[in-house]
């Protein structure tokens, strides 16, 4: 399990992450919701200590594995997350896709220091596999200027997911993809959580997508946490005003009545 | 009126190839909306029909362009951030389009705070530069707003309220709209007919 | 604009055709402007051609040389015989080394581009090496030593760095010779490798330092960046350490613009190398050049000036192609 206890960014004179807890459990996907400006891209950058300059970090984030000790880093280890990020200029701009990828997988394995390197890397290329599916052949022999936008978020996640970590933070993994390229990647998100039983944390701006995958959502408004919800509770109209106005925003309920809280009970 | 048949934009010199437009017809006080994946050439449809890129072929009837004044086919496209001179404050651009100070009383209807105005375009959100984009759109002459893509890369609640203020005003100004997004339902909401393009 | 496009025929539109007109405009507008300021010149070619004893002739004498130079012809009609004459192959004939200019070409053009050569790699080669250190190590002492001493170079001018290396290590340390490309009486391919290299030392030195500046500062540059980027930090975030860092993307990311780069110098190679032959006394073409500028020796100068346009053309275009293919991921 991934804790987060009161994870803030600051500096002396702004506060840009108040203190956030949550926990993020294999397995599970939980997504965090937000206008922009809300601190969204901060979380996962704290979380795997990326700071800002002239900011401090706060709080503390631990990895703990049900049966075994804390291992309390008051860094995120890095064996144990990746990220999935924005946009595309995290790639070597002189180096194709699977160059990268593989050296990712290189990587990882060699910092696991597993004695089976070439049965994961065998296992990594399968073309049963999932990851095959991700990426095609012409995903892979691309150079990132040569991605079109649902091939760059596809070859992120892929970048974030050959690492093996126990824990992803995709942050807006389907920012301006179409419905279809949409779909790939988070088919690909419920296989990480569900069958491989990784802790996925999915940053989006698109609270309608994220309502179809996510098991728990984050709201967060200018660096605070909101509330901590459920999609079946966004739906029924149970949850904080702000994040019912987030879900009004979404087109197709501009002219929905307002759910009146008084009507569900 | 606003009016393109079988438009034909050829592109590279000598090239057999090129892009066949969909026929398109708007009329005062119309919203139309465009529908198509990315890559096919939307924005190039949108330059054709604010008239800064000639076409190959078909016939295209624009407004009339009176002299002195802006051109009745504003194109507003999906990054304000390249649509503003970065050393000028954003009031300066907002008097450079509309020649004075007839904006001031939009300012609210768009939610733009008087204090932005006094900063750069890089020292503003892109939301707020967005809707200072589109108000700088919308001077006396203008006829015709095309939106391409305009609250892609906006968030959920800007969106929202940015076409609840451009829906009021264009309704007030009986202006046409032709409103390019690769999002089907912000289309059904925003406008009256849609034309699918693949 | 579209219709002015349907005109031109499809074969105009290839990359080759493209390139060879733009090598031939930029041949031809050298060549005239060189003859328009050779033209100029206030020197007397008479006077040259002599050397300098402009009174040992009669005055018919002098006629009869004048119409045996050409000299009595406009400079449009001069410059109109040339032209032709280099269309047919004939480069000319040189008053000054009483020689055909072909031939002089042939027999002082190796050394140039030996000595250019050998200093572009030095210049290159050291150049990144410590572009890439003062990069590396950003704002600590061997950054600033690198960096005030790149600036440094980058003002001083050749011949002067030229004059000042001959008289600290010929002079002073005996160390290397004095002058030229061989010792006295040798041609240059009759000496031992030992002695050439003696001789070519100082110069490739003279010419690599002051041309390492710009490569040291843009390579310094752009290691910045790199390590600056998003990739980098992202691999740093995920647990890389910084020499795999360096090995996977600061290399690859900061040699191939500085080859690149160093392709387009090509131009200030050659201009340098002038003033090197002349500092050194090196029987190369730029030596030539200058003795050509000053005798009024038209024809050697003009198939000089002709090669060396060549060069920097050939140059430019091999840095244009390079950073076609290899730099393409470079956005702006």
Not at chain 1, 1 to 22: A, G, R, T, W
Not at chain 3, 65 to 76: I, K, M, P, R
Not at chain 3, 237 to 255: A, E, P, T
Not at chain 3, 277 to 297: Q, Y
Request: glycine fraction near 8%; proline fraction near 4%.
């Amino acid at each position: 399990m991934l804790s987060v206890e009161k994870l803030s960014i600051q500096s002396d004179e702004v506060n840009l992450l108040s203190p956030i807890s949550f926990e993020l459990k294999p397995g599970k996907i939980m997504g965090v919701i937000g206008a922009s400006g809300s601190g969204k891209s901060l979380l996962a950058s704290a979380i795997l200590g990326d700071i800002p300059k002239g900011f401090s970090r706060g709080g503390k984030v631990t990895f703990s594995t049900e049966g075994l000790a804390n291992s309390d880093d008051s860094f995120a280890s890095v064996a144990s997350v990746a990220l999935a990020a924005q946009s595309a200029t995290v790639l070597d701009p002189l180096r194709t896709v699977l160059t990268q990828l593989l050296r990712r997988v290189k990587l990882t394995t060699q910092r696991k220091a597993e004695s089976t390197q070439s049965a994961l890397l065998k296992t990594t290329l399968n073309t049963q596999s999932q990851y095959t599916q991700l990426i095609n052949r012409q995903i892979a022999r691309c150079y990132p200027h040569q991605l079109s936008g649902g091939m760059a978020k596809k070859a992120l996640l892929a970048q974030a997911s050959w690492q093996q970590t126990d824990y992803i933070l995709a942050d807006e993994p389907c920012c301006g993809l179409d419905s279809q390229s949409a779909q790939d990647i988070y088919a690909h998100l419920s296989y990480l959580a569900k069958q491989e039983t990784r802790g996925v944390l999915v940053i989006s701006h698109n609270l309608k997508q994220l309502l179809s995958v996510a098991d728990e959502i984050l709201v967060l408004q200018e660096g605070q946490l909101v509330e901590r919800t459920t999609p079946d509770k966004i739906l029924s109209g149970m949850s904080h005003p702000y994040t019912q106005a987030l879900w009004q925003a979404i087109p197709a309920n501009w002219h929905k009545e307002k759910v009146k809280y008084a009507e569900i009970a | 009126m606003l009016k393109l048949s079988n438009g034909h934009l050829a592109y590279g010199i000598g090239e057999q190839t090129g892009i066949q437009f969909p026929d398109i017809e708007l009329l005062p006080g119309q919203s139309l909306g465009l529908f198509g994946p990315s890559g096919l050439g939307k924005s190039s449809l949108a330059k054709v029909l604010a008239g800064i890129e000639a076409l190959s072929g078909g016939e295209l009837v624009l407004p009339e362009k009176q002299s002195g004044l802006a051109n009745p086919v504003q194109w507003i496209f999906q990054q304000p951030e390249f649509a503003f001179n970065p050393r000028l404050t954003l009031r300066a651009s907002l008097e450079e389009s509309w020649r004075g100070e007839g904006y001031q009383s939009l300012l609210a209807q768009f939610a733009i705070l008087p204090s932005w105005l006094d900063r750069r375009p890089s020292q503003v959100s892109g939301g707020q530069l967005q809707r200072i984009n589109i108000l700088r759109a919308l001077t006396e002459s203008t006829q015709y707003l095309i939106c391409d893509e305009i609250t892609a890369h906006l968030d959920m609640l800007t969106q929202q309220q940015i076409w609840q203020s451009l829906g009021q005003y264009t309704k007030e100004r009986k202006l046409a709209r032709l409103v390019i997004s690769h999002d089907e339902e912000l289309l059904g909401q925003v406008c009256d007919s849609i034309i699918y393009w693949s | 604009m579209v219709s002015l496009m349907a005109v031109v025929p499809k074969w105009a539109n290839s990359r080759i055709f493209t390139t060879v007109a733009r090598l031939f405009l930029q041949l031809v507008l050298v060549i005239l402007l060189a003859y328009l300021l050779l033209s100029w010149s206030p020197l007397d070619p008479i006077n040259a051609y002599l050397g300098g004893n402009l009174y040992s002739v009669s005055a018919q004498q002098k006629a009869e040389l004048t119409v045996q130079l050409g000299l009595d012809q406009s400079v449009a009609q001069q410059f109109l015989h040339w032209f032709n004459e280099l269309i047919s192959g004939n480069l000319g004939y040189s008053n000054l080394y009483q020689q055909s200019v072909s031939e002089i070409i042939k027999d002082k053009l190796p050394l140039s581009l030996l000595l250019i050569g050998l200093s572009w790699l030095a210049s290159l080669f050291m150049g990144y090496l410590l572009g890439l250190l003062a990069g590396l190590f950003q704002g600590r002492f061997v950054d600033r030593v690198i960096n005030q001493s790149a600036w440094l170079l980058a003002c001083i001018p050749s011949f002067w760095l030229g004059m000042l290396l001959i008289s600290l290590f010929s002079v002073a340390l005996s160390l290397t010779p004095v002058c030229c490309a061989a010792p006295i009486g040798m041609r240059f391919e009759e000496q031992s490798f030992w002695s050439m290299s003696q001789h070519l030392l100082l110069p490739v030195m003279t010419l690599a330092l002051v041309h390492m500046a710009p490569i040291i500062l843009h390579t310094r540059e752009k290691v910045i960046d790199v390590l600056n980027s998003d990739y980098v930090v992202y691999s740093h975030l995920h647990g890389d350490s910084k020499r795999q860092v360096v090995s996977f993307h600061v290399l690859k990311n900061s040699v191939l613009p500085a080859i690149v780069l160093h392709f387009a110098s090509f131009a200030e190679l050659f201009g340098g190398s002038i003033l090197a032959e002349t500092v050194f006394n090196f029987p190369g073409l730029g030596a030539s050049i200058v003795k050509a500028g000053l005798a009024n020796d038209t024809a050697l100068l003009m198939g000089c000036t002709l090669i060396s346009a060549l060069l920097v053309f050939c140059g430019n275009l091999i840095a244009n192609g390079l950073s076609k293919y290899l730099l393409a991921g470079e956005s702006k």
